[in-house]
């Protein structure tokens, strides 16, 4: 199962949520996010060792100031965390970068509404995948869950991570979602001491948990 933990800043958080069996970080570049990454602490990420996916986020960002980013901060993949339409990622997609692209839902979420997202994916085989979270005005970051029987409805074909409130106690449940197209969790509010900084033994002994 696939684990991105998102909203990281500190220096010293990140090289420790490096040594632990996950498979992205996620750098928000959204300045009305509590865990925005501004551009001094940018300079500082670039002159780590990134051992881990980089997933940069981003919010109805322009795609110059997306690849601006994109080599300083070593970002493996760029999720796209607001109104973006199809066109718009898939100028990302023609110079083979990868998206994860996020999706509030609410109760009354129409999957259809993505048919658009999902014939984009089929013409870029494993290089756009979406992500579920919880719908907010501050897109994203609530630390509230959304109700996952939802994803009953979602008939799609392409994979999707789970986001949105997980916390510790949620693994058991997480383990009991079925649904094929499920790619794993993004992990975010739940597991901090205060924002952009994340409780290591926490997510690790979640880890423990979620992989046995």
Not at 42 to 50: D, L, N, P, S
Not at 94 to 112: G, L, P
Request: charged share 30%; aromatic share 10%.
């Amino acid at each position: 199962m696939m684990i991105k933990v998102c909203g990281m800043r500190d220096i010293e958080n990140i090289n420790q949520l490096q040594e632990l069996d996950i498979d992205f970080m996620g750098i928000i570049r959204y300045s009305k996010s509590k865990r925005y990454v501004d551009d001094l602490q940018k300079e500082k990420v670039a002159q780590q060792t990134m051992n881990k996916g980089t997933v940069g986020v981003y919010v109805n960002e322009t795609l110059e100031n997306i690849l601006q980013d994109f080599i300083p901060l070593q970002l493996d993949v760029i999720q796209l965390h607001g109104n973006e339409d199809p066109a718009f990622a898939k100028a990302l997609l023609e110079i083979d970068i990868k998206i994860f692209k996020a999706f509030q839902v609410t109760e009354e979420f129409n999957f259809d509404s993505l048919k658009e997202w999902e014939a984009l994916a089929t013409q870029y085989v494993g290089k756009l995948f979406f992500l579920f979270d919880t719908a907010t005005p501050n897109y994203g970051g609530s630390g509230k869950k959304f109700n996952w029987s939802i994803l009953d409805s979602y008939k799609g074909e392409v994979p999707f991570l789970l986001s949105g409130g997980i916390s510790e106690k949620d693994a058991d449940a997480i383990k009991e979602l079925k649904h094929k197209m499920f790619l794993g969790v993004d992990l975010n509010s739940k597991f901090e001491t205060e924002p952009g900084v994340k409780d290591i033994e926490m997510i690790k002994t979640f880890i423990e948990k979620l992989r046995k």
